[in-house]
């Protein structure tokens, strides 16, 4: 697990309410295109919308939490979506109960 880079990612409010959203994609996000949210994840350009920040402010951001293991990242075409990597915060939540 890449400690102090999840730490350093989750450490920005927008960064934070990206991984609250993607928890329960289906309250926050509408897709059009038919994509399951949960299996395929939200494409980025939803996840600008609803963070109002520029469109390479929230790939930056979202790019640092996928190097992170914070999301899994599928292309699908020239669409690109990112869902939570459930694994990651499973282990995240154990290393905190555990050794802080």
């Not at 989750?10 to 299996?39: C, T």
Request: aromatic share 10%.
């Amino acid at each position: 697990m890449k400690t102090i880079e999840i730490f350093k990612a989750l450490a920005n409010k927008n960064r934070l309410q990206i991984i609250f959203w993607l928890r329960n994609p289906e309250d926050y996000f509408v897709h059009e295109s038919g994509v399951d949210m949960r299996e395929v994840g939200v494409c980025v350009s939803e996840i600008q919308r609803l963070l109002g920040l520029t469109q390479s402010t929230t790939s930056h951001y979202l790019s640092m939490m996928s190097q992170a293991d914070l999301l899994i990242v599928t292309r699908i075409g020239k669409w690109t979506y990112y869902r939570r990597n459930e694994e990651t915060i499973a282990k995240l939540q154990d290393y905190i109960g555990q050794e802080l």
